[in-house]
């Protein structure tokens, strides 16, 4: 059994905001309030409303009519212009993780009040981001199909982006049960993944650890290129997640996903009548007011439960008696019938999210998930190579707690306070303690010593 923990806090005091200002979790939204003939409207207030949580936050524009109101929460606001004289003008808006926007108004003389609504779906201005990046929305984790609801697997429809080579183009040194993301070709070890701008990066493999259930995200930021100092430890890509907080409705949902071999066509590398395939992903979700307008819950737990037949490559198919009588010569035991093996993978995965706000200029979250892993005869190199006396189980727990206070000292300086304890444990032994016999390029049997037995 090895376990790892972390604790990592980070302060930003009096962080300036300039245009250029993108902090990881929250939106910064600029821009400039005019008159109908160009001129700037000095000292004109501007109100953004988060349309869920009834979140607002109020600023006055410069005498040059410039405004900035930072760290906002990602989601659907109504922004609004007023000043004496003028009528008002609001604009509905969305806005995502990490995303620095521009939004004018411009005011007509009078009393009357102008409503313009802008698509949720519009992109809204973002003269000073250089990064290519792609931003995956709440509603494509909703609704596109992925397999195993692994919603990090949405990253890959961002540009360059794919499913990597695991170390040296074979095996991992420790077997994490996720995709390996490669940006443009790089080593899967050279990313960085973050949930809730918290690192999710695993100390002993170098990737990505499990992540919250897919109900409980609300989108992420895949970054492919040119991001900011912010990002540090990474030369390949970035994965910047955000997850679903409770709003001022209480809504609750129940589901079910499941495949199984009756729909699914026959592998012809599983062992003849070995077909199993069964897999059950279910699970629940509840989030809202404790206290409207200022304190929300959310939570969410899943589970899997999933068996299905190894599959073998064509030599060791079709030699599988071969192999048996070659290791009774040195008194080994034979290979178990390939058609009575079972690979299971069986997961559950808790989410717990709490937000509060003390005022307009001060918020406050703390989350908790939990990934609960038992995995059996699985293979270390995942190709079809191993029989069934390599295979091994994988246990692990992996749990994590963060929060974020948030405090807006002016338009121009913030605060933001982060914390995380992460705790890791992982076991990997082996089925069997039979010695390794390989015939390079066709078949292994027996325990790699070259991987960690914890």
């Not at 003849?272 to 809202?288: D, E, S, V, Y």
Request: glycine share 8%; net charge negative.
């Amino acid at each position: 059994m090895q376990c790892f923990v972390s604790f990592a806090v980070a302060c930003l005091a009096f962080f300036h905001v300039s245009n250029s200002y993108g902090q990881a979790v929250n939106a910064t939204l600029s821009g400039k309030v005019v008159d109908a003939s160009g001129g700037s409207i000095a000292k004109a207030t501007v109100t953004a409303t988060h349309k869920a949580t009834g979140f607002a936050r109020t600023v006055q524009a410069s005498d040059g009519g410039e405004y900035t109101i930072p760290a906002l929460p990602a989601g659907e606001y109504s922004v609004s212009a007023v000043y004496t004289g003028f009528g008002k003008q609001t604009k509905t808006v969305a806005l995502q993780v990490g995303q620095t926007a521009e939004l004018d108004f411009s005011l007509t003389p009078g009393s009357v009040a102008e409503k313009v609504e802008v698509e949720a779906t519009s992109e809204l201005q973002e003269p000073t981001r250089t990064q290519v990046s792609t931003v995956i929305t709440q509603s494509q984790i909703v609704d596109l199909p992925v397999n195993g609801r692994e919603f990090i697997d949405f990253a890959l429809l961002s540009p360059a982006v794919q499913i990597g080579d695991t170390t040296s183009g074979s095996t991992d040194v420790i077997v994490e049960p996720v995709n390996k993301l490669s940006f443009a070709g790089q080593n899967i070890h050279y990313n960085f993944i973050a949930v809730d701008g918290a690192d999710d990066v695993s100390t002993a493999s170098g990737i990505q650890r499990g992540t919250p259930p897919q109900e409980s995200v609300q989108e992420f930021r895949v970054i492919n290129t040119d991001y900011s100092t912010e990002f540090g430890r990474a030369v390949g890509g970035i994965v910047n997640i955000i997850t679903r907080s409770g709003t001022n409705n209480w809504h609750g949902t129940l589901y079910e996903y499941f495949r199984n071999d009756k729909m699914d066509a026959i592998n012809l590398l599983q062992a003849t009548g070995a077909h199993t395939l069964r897999q059950n992903q279910f699970g629940g979700a509840i989030g809202g007011p404790i206290q409207k307008d200022k304190t929300f819950l959310y939570t969410n737990y899943e589970l899997q439960r999933r068996g299905e037949s190894p599959f073998y490559n064509s030599a060791v198919l079709n030699n599988i008696t071969s192999i048996n009588t070659f290791k009774a010569n040195f008194n080994l035991p034979a290979e178990p019938n390939l058609g009575s093996v079972l690979r299971t993978n069986d997961t559950d995965n808790g989410f717990l999210r709490l937000d509060h706000g003390f005022s307009p200029n001060e918020q406050l979250f703390v989350r908790y998930f939990i990934n609960d892993g038992r995995l059996l005869n699985q293979s270390p190199l995942n190709d079809g190579f191993d029989l069934p006396s390599a295979f091994k189980n994988n246990f692990y727990r992996d749990q994590s707690i963060a929060g974020t206070l948030a405090s807006v000292i002016n338009p121009k300086f913030l605060n933001e306070l982060r914390v995380q304890f992460a705790r890791r444990s992982f076991d990997f032994p082996t089925v069997t303690t039979q010695p390794h016999l390989e015939v390079s390029n066709t078949f292994t049997t027996g325990v790699n010593r070259g991987n960690p037995d914890f």
